[in-house]
């Protein structure tokens, strides 16, 4: 985990949400339990922290957190509840009635079997792959007194994979790859020029950018994905089914909404994610 500057719930544009952080942290600490903030909030804290004006705001939050088992998961529901938390009809959803915030808290650890949780509905399954590796490489961050960890933008786009290849109608995890990719490399440009100048040749052309920032993301990914011989190969399958077919599923996406140019800059996307995986 490493270290970030500290930030304001106002100035991450998430004034609301502040009581509802502070309770989960108060619990989790309580509890001995480790947390991160995931999905679209983890990715607008980077790209507000770089200056980057969002495209799509949400009310939710997502939590991964790291549990032993089903036990420690309902008691750290039930004292949010005890303190201003509501049930709802999912399991792992709670809202917190003064502000109105929706929290998804999705567990991770032990409490899985083969990336899969069940909950104690035996109606609801949880699909939690990959958040134990991304859990090794997430960012600290002070907010208001409390240190919450984010996962870095490699990781969302990690998660965000893994969802979209298990349920293909959630288009709104390919909006967000789309966005982080379109941005990775001014986020990250200083350091693309300090570490990284090896491939400055190669990808001399109009769309440096975005290659460039494709190829930098690859590789930070490769930090993530080293951590699982299973997560690398699922990865992997995800991104050579892209090349591979004429029209993948992600590509003909970004195609109808105008994301990228044309079909052979999304297809070189993708080659240079794959490289910078492999390399």
């Not at 990250?188 to 109009?206: G, I, K």
């Not at 089914?241 to 297809?267: A, H, P, R, V």
């Amino acid at each position: 985990m490493t270290d970030t500057s500290k930030k304001t719930y106002r100035e991450l544009s998430w004034p609301y949400f502040k009581e509802a952080f502070l309770i989960l942290d108060l619990v989790c600490n309580e509890l001995g339990i480790e947390y991160y903030l995931i999905g679209a909030q983890a990715r607008n804290y980077h790209l507000l922290e770089s200056g980057i004006e969002l495209s799509r705001g949400t009310m939710d939050i997502d939590f991964a957190v790291m549990l032993p088992e089903m036990e420690s998961y309902d008691k750290m529901k039930n004292l949010l509840i005890s303190k201003g938390f509501r049930k709802v009809r999912e399991p792992y959803r709670l809202i917190h009635d003064q502000s109105d915030t929706v929290i998804d808290l999705l567990p991770f650890g032990e409490i899985e079997e083969e990336g899969t949780v069940k909950f104690t509905d035996r109606i609801t399954e949880l699909s939690v792959i990959g958040m134990k590796e991304v859990n090794e490489y997430t960012i600290a961050v002070d907010l208001e007194g409390i240190t919450i960890k984010v996962s870095p933008l490699e990781g969302i786009v990690i998660l965000k994979l893994i969802a979209y290849s298990e349920k293909p109608e959630r288009r709104k995890d390919l909006d967000d790859i789309s966005e982080i990719l379109t941005n990775y490399f001014d986020i990250n440009d200083t350091r693309f020029y300090e570490e990284h100048m090896d491939v400055l040749d190669e990808l001399q052309d109009e769309d440096f950018i975005i290659l460039a920032g494709a190829r930098l993301m690859g590789r930070d990914m490769k930090k993530i994905l080293s951590v699982s011989g299973k997560l690398s190969k699922q990865i992997e399958t995800i991104i050579n089914n892209e090349l591979q077919e004429k029209t993948g599923g992600i590509t003909q996406y970004f195609l109808s909404q105008n994301y990228f140019k044309d079909y052979n800059l999304i297809k070189n996307i993708f080659l240079q994610l794959l490289k910078g995986i492999k390399e």
